[in-house]
């Protein structure tokens, strides 16, 4: 029996001291070691390495790395080889910001059954004696940082290994500096564990830039996408339908028809309502399109894919559409863009009365200058009640806006910036809009919004809900907020949210949107009538007031 128990304690001991450690799990190790000592280590961080070439020598080590044993042996020769960390006595000074930490996790670091204890520590003393000055690969300009330094390797695929330090230079980008990290569906470690073998089978361009699509809809971000020419000619297609449409209630409502240079008769009218196209639902087409396309909530994704919703690569589509009441199905014929002639309409008043008492001013926030908001207030001051309609991008008018409506200074945001001298920190700041003003604007501010009211919107929404009299009317808006990072992916244009937006108590805005006092959105009987319900249900809210 002794002898037994000894085998078997003697086993155990062979087992653990050889721990076997899978090809997901090496890579899983090296994409966030390589990360960390990229943004952590002074030297590394100071841009004296060729930091991908190290990845690439590092990849090809790994090919005789098979047990715990051995991988800890790698890094930690590795880590040696990288030169001397220095003490950093300013690396332990108390600061007085105020930290924002749901997105700080380096965990990993002491995870057991990948590391030893002996790495672990080399980890933590880079952590506590980090590079705190300039950073070769994180640039700061204003209160957002970019990215720079980085070695372009084309979109087109040309091996595993730089594919993956594609996925590894991207998730690492989200790791650290992406603020609303923690607000993913997928836990953004579990999207790594996800994503390396579907980088590791990819073996063309068309799968290279669809996978790499795919990571970045991770973010679940709205301000996010990924330029790609190929992706849209694989997924949506070159030739398009030669009509414009509005959504709703999972439905298109066909609001407008274009010529084409072949003088052809097209076979819609507007207010067709399309439910069908090539044997798939608008849902349908939505939610298998929607797997490329980043976006905070479902309404955000509806608003993103919707336009690509008619395109196709073939010369029809097949179509089923509600009439007056009765269903048809038509194969209609598709065009090129350049082929289709947009029919020009006569541009929109930047500012204007709703009714002839001019006791309702209407504002399209669109197309209003900077320059141009005292001009507005002039003509608009007289009004009982202003709608600001926002459900478009603002040109900037936030502070001369919020000088003229609001009756004092009032903090109207929280935001939250990256802490560069400690990646994966962020820091708070309240942002206080207006002035003191006794001159504000006393009469009802109405705030128009939805699923476009994105960003810049959003903050400007918010500034307007510091008025005392102000109703926010529409739907929820983008849930995208926070000044964006643009970069390049694999030499594709692409870009996340960069800086955290809360409200003053720290309530969340991202993926959730502002809420409106009043929910109000498009029917498809009102598209087909051609109203604006929602400009509708503002009238009728500033009459029961009245």
């Not at 030669?242 to 298109?252: N, T, V």
């Not at 939505?286 to 309404?299: D, F, H, Q």
């Not at 141009?372 to 991008?393: C, G, H, P, Q």
């Not at 030499?491 to 409200?503: K, V």
Request: overall charge positive; glycine content about 6%; charged content about 25%.
């Amino acid at each position: 029996m002794r002898k037994a128990f000894l085998f078997i304690l003697f086993f155990l001991s062979l087992h653990f001291s050889a721990q076997i450690v899978s090809e997901n799990q090496k890579l899983e190790s090296l994409c966030r070691v390589w990360g960390f000592l990229k943004y952590y280590h002074p030297q590394v961080a100071k841009g004296n390495l060729n930091w991908d070439q190290q990845l690439f020598k590092k990849m090809n080590e790994f090919e005789r790395i098979n047990d715990k044993a051995a991988l800890n042996n790698l890094y930690s020769r590795w880590i040696e080889s990288l030169g001397k960390v220095n003490e950093c006595t300013e690396c332990l000074q108390e600061t007085d910001k105020t930290y924002f930490l749901k997105n700080f996790d380096l965990s990993w670091i002491d995870n057991s059954d990948l590391f030893t204890e002996s790495t672990s520590q080399k980890l933590h003393y880079i952590e506590d004696n980090r590079n705190i000055g300039n950073n070769h690969y994180i640039g700061k300009g204003g209160r957002k940082i970019y990215f720079r330094n980085e070695n372009s390797y084309g979109s087109k695929f040309s091996s595993q290994q730089t594919s993956l330090l594609e996925l590894f230079r991207y998730w690492n980008y989200v790791e650290y500096f992406f603020p609303y990290k923690y607000k993913t569906d997928q836990q953004w470690n579990e999207v790594l564990t996800e994503m390396i073998p579907k980088f590791i089978s990819v073996t063309n361009d068309t799968d290279y830039q669809l996978t790499l699509a795919e990571l970045v809809a991770k973010t679940d971000d709205s301000h996010a996408f990924l330029f790609s020419t190929l992706i849209s000619l694989h997924q949506y297609g070159n030739r398009k339908l030669p009509i414009e449409y509005s959504y709703a209630e999972g439905k298109l409502v066909i609001t407008k028809i274009n010529d084409n240079r072949f003088h052809e008769k097209t076979l819609f009218e507007i207010g067709d309502v399309i439910y069908d196209v090539n044997g798939k639902t608008i849902p349908q087409m939505v939610n298998s399109l929607g797997k490329y396309i980043p976006a905070s909530n479902s309404w955000g994704k509806v608003n993103k894919v919707k336009s690509k919703l008619l395109f196709s690569n073939n010369d029809s589509l097949s179509v089923k559409l509600e009439r007056n009441g009765q269903n048809m199905e038509v194969i209609a014929k598709t065009y090129f863009t350049k082929d289709i002639i947009i029919k020009k309409v006569s541009s929109p008043q930047k500012w204007k009365f709703l009714d002839e008492e001019k006791k309702v001013g209407y504002v399209n926030m669109g197309i209003l200058a900077k320059d141009e908001v005292n001009e507005m207030y002039t003509n608009l001051k007289s009004a009982e009640s202003i709608i600001f309609d926002l459900r478009n991008y603002p040109k900037l008018t936030i502070i001369p806006l919020s000088e003229l409506l609001l009756p004092q200074s009032t903090t109207y945001y929280q935001f939250n910036f990256p802490e560069t001298g400690y990646p994966g920190k962020f820091y708070s700041r309240k942002n206080n809009i207006g002035r003191k003003n006794p001159d504000y604007y006393k009469g009802n501010v109405i705030v128009l919004v939805d699923e476009n009211t994105q960003s810049q919107a959003e903050t400007t929404t918010m500034m307007f809900k510091q008025h005392p009299k102000t109703k926010v009317i529409g739907s929820n808006t983008s849930g995208a907020n926070g000044d964006i990072i643009r970069f390049k992916i694999a030499d594709l244009d692409t870009c996340f949210t960069g800086l955290g937006a809360y409200y003053p108590d720290g309530r969340e805005t991202q993926r959730i949107g502002i809420i409106p006092d009043i929910i109000i959105k498009p029917s498809v009987e009102g598209l087909k009538s051609g109203k604006d319900e929602v400009l509708e249900r503002a009238l009728l809210y500033i009459k029961n007031k009245n």
